[in-house]
């Protein structure tokens, strides 16, 4: 991947300033609903986001996560709700006064323009002074290690750099807050993971900027974001730190969506509140696992166990084990995947390179320590009462 | 075959016409008749006034027909795909029905007189420019800024409503946005579209014809007169080998810019 340049750094050290100069301010949706007729593609929508953080909005297709951002930018006006920057009621404001950058999935660079003409649009608009665009320009490409080719073309250029381009052209404007819609799902995957580093590392430089970063990719989202807002059917469903939704996850929704995950209806035997420890019953067998919320004796709750915490090989004391058929063996490289079954649900096990890995059909046990399973809330385990965990997608 | 079949019904009747032009009646080829018509200040003034109507009607067909593809593409309202459709059907019309429609609503006996002069209570009707160079011009404006239109639209729906909306977010107001973002990808479809205005206006017969504004004579008119009301069957020929020139330039012309400006994707019609 291109590299910071020289006099990058100038951007930098200009960050800071610029914040002293005027914070930045975060977004706050506040009930937001936004529908297109009679249909609502947005329910209800309330979201605080700091200044400074990068606010993931991750979910799949029709899960209200682009129409969230758009109702930011001002391309859609909500039927209820209000929506803030900072201190300010942007709701019916015109997008071109809200000063916010915005990268879109396929770059949307103007095709007449050359490099440092997109880049020098914003400026130019906002009626900047020529010297200071030439100047703001030149730093900007910088910035993405782009300065190189200020006089292309758009489609001259690799889709990457066109990203990155159109990331330079988001930044030029020093926007409050930069909105970023599925930027990496146009490039490959190659392209796709040093954009990301890319991304991180502007991140690093501008840490005063606040980041809506949209996307249906969970190992971006888990990658840039401080906080994830897991979306579904137009409604946000949890909100959370990347690590909390992924080593605790308050939803089966989430614990599905936000990494891969194995679900298996179990029966609380015992709560232990000051350990946050539940005993529970898998078949014939006992189990203890992590409970961050209530759970009472008897009830039927879903358990969630990443495939990467389960191991072929025994834990030390205390550790859980459950036994199954292994029903498929995949070499993945870096990895084995085995799937078992297990009390007749599908169980995925992510194992390290397997020097000989078990036949089909063969029993196998597997191992995993207490806090590595996690007893999902009571609303969502209630609704899985009595169903098994279905096979799992496999997502990563 | 095709090629004599082609050759016998359109180039044949064009030699004809480019033979009596030089030869006349009778008589060794000569460049006599040429001299004598485009000497005279009466076809100087047809061909200048022809030039005249084409370039203004071009112009306000450039101009309207932006502004109602802009209105259509971009500005949501209920039927719009309907007026998207209507301008298909006024491409189908023929040209003097707008110039007939034209003598209904503004004529010296139309609706619109006849409703200002209910209003203003005089009787002398306040509408007086159709039977001049101007009602033909906005006759013309009229029907040919469909073909403006068409292409415009085509170009229009092949736009990124991202770019529009970037363009937005950075701060550009819609003004802004219509001079530096959609004008510069309408450049191809407004090329083709106005040279065909142009050729076609440059042509157009049927609405001088049939709006019979005094003192309006362009060449198609000419060529008519000279042919048909005054039997000088070889100075008709003389103006229709000088109009053919006209548009077979100006044609060549429209291919040109269409091929530099790439518009071949506008070129719809």
Redesign the interface.
């Known amino acids: 991947m291109l590299g910071a340049e020289p006099g990058r750094s100038a951007v930098a050290n200009d960050a800071p300033r610029a914040a002293s100069a005027r914070r930045q301010p975060g977004i706050r949706f506040e009930g937001v609903t936004v529908a297109y007729g009679h249909t609502v593609a947005l329910e209800d929508l309330s979201l605080d986001i700091e200044p400074g953080e990068v606010m993931a909005l991750l979910g799949p297709s029709g899960s209200g996560k682009t129409t969230a951002l758009r109702a930011v930018a001002g391309f859609v006006t909500p039927v209820r709700g209000r929506i803030f920057l900072g201190d300010t009621d942007v709701t019916e404001m015109p997008p071109h006064r809200r000063g916010i950058g915005m990268v879109v999935q396929q770059y949307a660079l103007f095709p007449h323009m050359r490099v440092e003409q997109n880049v020098a649009f914003g400026l130019r608009a906002g009626g900047a002074p020529r010297g200071e665009i030439a100047t703001r320009v030149r730093e900007c490409l910088q910035l993405v290690g782009m300065a190189a080719y200020a006089s292309r073309y758009p489609q001259e250029l690799s889709g990457g750099q066109q990203q990155r381009v159109a990331i330079a052209r988001a930044l030029a404007i020093r926007p409050k807050v930069l909105l970023l819609d599925e930027p990496l799902s146009a490039l490959d995957a190659q392209l796709r993971s040093g954009m990301l580093n890319e991304i991180a590392r502007l991140h690093r430089e501008l840490p005063d900027v606040t980041i809506l970063y949209v996307t249906h990719d969970q190992i971006e989202a888990l990658t840039l974001a401080d906080r994830i807002a897991v979306m579904n059917e137009s409604r946000l469903v949890d909100v959370g730190s990347a690590q909390t939704l992924y080593l605790q996850p308050p939803s089966r929704f989430t614990a599905t969506f936000v990494g891969n995950a194995n679900l298996l209806a179990v029966t609380v035997e015992q709560f232990d509140d000051t350990r946050q420890q539940a005993r529970v019953r898998l078949g014939s067998r006992t189990l203890q696992v992590a409970a961050h919320t209530t759970a009472h004796p008897g009830e039927t709750r879903m358990l969630c166990i990443r495939p990467h915490a389960l191991s072929l090989e025994p834990h030390a004391a205390g550790g859980n084990t459950i036994e199954g058929t292994l029903t498929e063996v995949q070499w993945r490289g870096s990895a084995h995947r085995l799937y078992l079954e297990v009390e007749g649900v599908e169980m995925c096990v992510d194992s390290k390179p397997l020097r000989a890995p078990p036949p089909r059909g063969q029993r196998v046990s597997v191992h995993f320590a207490p806090h590595d399973a996690t007893l999902l809330a009571a609303a969502n385990g209630a609704s899985a009462a009595g169903e098994h965990a279905e096979p799992l997608a496999d997502k990563l | 075959m095709p090629l004599a079949v082609l050759f016998g019904i359109f180039f044949y009747p064009l030699f004809f016409i480019a033979k009596q032009s030089l030869t006349g009646d009778a008589g060794p080829a000569t460049l006599a008749h040429y001299t004598a018509l485009l000497s005279s200040s009466f076809f100087h003034a047809a061909l200048l006034r022809t030039i005249q109507i084409a370039v203004l009607s071009t112009i306000g067909c450039l101009v309207l027909g932006f502004v109602l593809a802009l209105i259509v593409s971009f500005v949501p309202f209920p039927g719009a795909r309907l007026v998207s459709g209507f301008i298909d059907t006024i491409l189908a019309f023929p040209s003097f029905l707008i110039a007939l429609s034209f003598t209904f609503l503004y004529g010296s006996a139309g609706a619109f007189n006849f409703i200002l002069m209910d209003l203003l209570h005089t009787r002398e009707p306040p509408i007086d420019f159709v039977y001049t160079k101007w009602g033909v011009i906005l006759a013309e404006i009229t029907f040919y800024t469909p073909f403006v239109m068409r292409p415009l639209l085509a170009a229009f729906s092949h736009l990124?409503t991202?770019?529009i909306?970037?363009?937005?977010?950075?701060?550009?107001?819609p003004l802004?946005i219509i001079r530096?973002?959609i004008f510069?990808?309408a450049v191809p479809a407004l090329l083709a579209g106005g040279s065909l205005c142009l050729l076609l206006t440059l042509n157009e017969f049927g609405i001088v014809l049939f709006i019979g504004a005094k003192g309006v004579i362009t060449l198609p008119m000419v060529i008519y007169g000279k042919a048909i009301q005054e039997f000088d069957y070889t100075a008709g020929c003389v103006a229709a080998v000088v109009n053919i020139v006209l548009s077979v330039g100006l044609y060549s012309l429209y291919r040109y810019l269409l091929s530099r400006t790439g518009g071949g994707r506008a070129s719809v019609l």
Request: avoid cysteine; charge should be negative; hydrophobic fraction near 40%.
């Open positions: 990124d991202a770019l909306e970037v363009a937005s977010s950075l701060g550009a107001r802004r530096e973002i510069p990808e």
